[in-house]
């Protein structure tokens, strides 16, 4: 008698569990969509990126400078507090979505990347390093005496990690 019981019982906490996380879950990505307003841009020069194009993997996506940590259900973000786009650590992130950075996790070392900016000018990198950390980890904004681009995205069971790829000015 007691064993069922206590089988009973870790079932139902088991079960709840599940439909906690899944609730967590279906606020955090079927939200109303997020827009940003022109307010939330910044361009400080012409050098902000516009676009970022991954062509091996078919990732074209426009891109806005944020004064904040913020997301955009149409682009990816620069984030300003990082280097400009050509001289140091230069960070843009946006969501695990197709049409967005949902794509991100198919590309390979070697890979090119190009970032356009606004001054009709492009960047050109290529892929040197991909790994997943802990969401929490910040050392991936620090900046860097050489010029490198950061991409992040969401991964991991419920979005509990980042994929970052770091790619080198080429």
Not at 79 to 92: A, F, H, L
Request: charged fraction near 20%; glycine fraction near 6%; hydrophobic fraction near 40%.
């Amino acid at each position: 008698m007691k064993t069922n019981f206590l089988a009973t019982f870790m079932i139902v906490v088991g079960a709840s569990i599940l439909v906690a996380t899944s609730l967590v879950y279906l606020y955090k990505n079927f939200r109303s969509p997020q827009v940003l307003t022109e307010s939330d841009y910044s361009d400080p020069n012409s050098t902000s990126p516009v676009k970022i194009v991954i062509n091996d993997v078919g990732i074209n996506v426009p891109v806005k400078v944020a004064r904040n940590y913020q997301f955009s259900d149409n682009e990816a973000i620069f984030i300003r507090s990082t280097q400009n786009i050509g001289t140091g650590n230069s960070v843009i992130y946006a969501h695990n979505w197709d049409g967005l950075f949902g794509r991100l996790q198919k590309v390979k070392i070697g890979d090119n990347i190009a970032v356009h900016l606004a001054n009709g000018k492009k960047v050109n990198y290529q892929i040197s390093q991909i790994h997943t950390v802990p969401a929490e980890t910040v050392n991936i904004l620090k900046a860097t005496p050489d010029s490198r681009l950061t991409l992040f995205t969401c991964t991991g069971f419920f979005d509990k990690d980042r994929l970052v790829v770091v790619a080198r000015e080429i």
